[in-house]
């Protein structure tokens, strides 16, 4: 096996024993992202010189006899909208091509700082995390390494096509509506948007304050416990995050899962989803059934109102927190000053936004307005509350969800890009979760007929991590496929 193939907690050890060395790897992982990164396009920054620097010390410390911190020398790729101190950090945005933050964000300090990961780069979104397919970036789309034909889903596609053709061992995103688990689903790996609140989003980039949660994309689940078990816990620097005990993730994983009740919604199974799809979900229930959980069927009543309500609400909050970027405040003013404040302001932000980012402006903005405001955003609101209710009834009845993560598998390049109501529809499994708040976890069950990954979605109560990835870890080791490594070949499927 090469080194890229091991999953990350595996590395570790053979990192702490010696067998290798973190140059080694490191230099594994920058030789793979030569050889596939021109025809995949998962990075839009690499920090490559200061990462084979790290490794070098990190080597001679461990000689030295250093302890080794939890993630010692594993390469970590980032998500291009979450604070790297002076390395440029730009949302997938020609408005924040220039930006450099002062700071890193907490996850960062958590991660590389105080646990030593080895920062790769930053990896290609969709602009501001605007998008399910990654084609609505500055630098152009990432393609998905199981078919170059074929999206990697969005807005974490950089992250999750990394994984996946193994130029990352780790990485991170964020989920405002999917943007985790839809690339995990469609690239074949794992995907973990915690509860809200459980990670502090400081020095991650706003989309929508309410929604917004990073989370893990990695080879397996193993490691997505293991990198929860360190950016999980209160942080004075934001305000929502949770001082709640941080779990033993790790330690909870071979569990048997033979007392957990599992509930169905016939609602995820309906029109719209794929029929592969659904019959390779269903397979994996039926696996899980055979671990001894208990399945029962359950209703999320409010399912069919979960796009129309996140759309609103995201819009609306985007309208908001995008305002800052005006050429003044941040990003590069246009250079034709003529005219007053507000038409340089204008022309500043029609040159630097793309067009996904200003339609959702406008129609945030448009929500917000006087005289919509109560019809669009208040009711959204009251829509929201219904759907958490939905899954608080439904957790009285089970201990976690399971479902498909996205209603098909990656669609080709180009095909949804010009139909935004499609690529939006394309949500709808995804995004009651945010709106609830809950965490889930997404893994690879199983291939359609075209070889293209499906995903199976853990739905669990509120700062159930520990539950779901219980559950997932378990399913995970009975189907077996969580090693495949994507062929980054041309299409043709």
């Known amino acids: 096996m090469k080194l890229f193939e091991y999953m990350g907690y595996e590395l570790i050890e053979k990192i702490k024993n010696m067998d290798i060395s973190v140059q080694e790897l490191l230099e594994t992982c920058f030789q793979r992202i030569e050889e596939t990164e021109p025809i995949l396009h998962s990075f839009v920054n690499l920090s490559k010189e200061k ?15 250093k302890k080794i911190g939890s993630l010692y020398g594993l390469p970590l790729a980032n998500k291009d909208l979450i604070c790297v101190k002076d390395f440029p950090t730009t949302c ?9 933050p002062p700071y890193n964000a907490f996850v960062i300090k958590r991660l590389i700082q105080q646990n030593e ?3 790769l780069g930053n990896t290609n979104m969709d602009e501001f995390a605007m998008g399910s397919s990654t084609e609505n970036s500055y630098y152009g789309p990432t393609y998905n390494p199981w078919d170059l034909s074929r999206v990697p889903g969005g807005s974490s596609g950089g992250s999750a096509a990394s994984i996946a053709s193994g130029q990352a061992i780790l990485a991170l995103g964020s989920d405002t509506g999917g943007s985790i688990r839809c690339p995990a689903s469609f690239c074949g790996v794992v995907g973990l948007k915690p509860t809200y609140g459980r990670v502090s989003r400081y020095g991650l980039v706003a989309f929508a304050n309410s929604l917004d949660q990073i989370g893990t994309i990695t080879k397996c689940v193993h490691d997505s416990a293991l990198m929860l078990e360190i950016m999980s816990g209160k942080d004075p620097l934001d305000s929502t995050s949770v001082d709640n005990q941080i779990e033993k993730y790790t330690e909870e994983l071979k569990k048997p899962i033979d007392k957990k009740i599992l509930g169905v919604p016939e609602e995820f199974f309906g029109e719209g989803v794929d029929k592969e799809v659904k019959n390779v979900v269903k397979k994996a229930i039926n696996k899980l059934e055979g671990l001894g ?3 029962i069927d359950i209703s999320i009543p409010h399912l069919e109102y979960t796009v129309a309500t996140y759309y609103l609400l995201c819009m609306s909050e985007a309208s908001s927190n995008l305002a800052r970027y005006d050429g003044l405040r941040y990003g590069k003013m246009s250079d034709n000053l003529s005219g007053d404040v507000y038409d340089v302001f204008s022309r500043t932000r029609v040159e630097n936004f793309g067009p996904e980012v200003r339609r959702r402006i406008f129609l945030g903005t448009y929500a917000l307005s006087a005289g919509y405001y109560d019809m669009f955003y208040i009711k959204a609101l009251k829509v929201r ?6 899954f608080v009834e439904a957790f009285k009845k089970c201990d976690a969800i399971v479902c498909p993560t996205m209603p098909s598998t990656a669609f080709k390049v180009g095909e949804l890009i010009n139909d935004p109501l499609q690529m939006y529809l394309a949500d709808i499994l995804t995004c009651p ?19 293209m990954p499906v995903g199976f979605q853990i ?13 997932g870890y378990q399913l995970e080791q009975v189907l077996d496929i969580y090693r495949k490594i994507a062929p980054v070949t041309k299409g043709g499927n």
């Open 51 to 65: 990462a084979l620097e790290k490794a070098k010390l990190l080597d001679r410390d461990l000689k030295n006899g």
């Open 92 to 100: 997938g945005s020609k408005i924040l091509k220039d930006y450099h």
């Open 117 to 119: 990961a080895i920062h």
């Open 293 to 295: 959980a208990k399945i």
């Open 385 to 390: 509350t219904l759907i958490k209710n939905d």
């Open 433 to 451: 979760v945010n709106l609830a708040g809950i965490p889930a976890l997404s893994l690879p069950c199983g291939f359609d007929s075209y070889n």
């Open 459 to 471: 739905i669990g109560d509120y700062f159930d991590e520990k539950g779901i990835l219980n559950i």
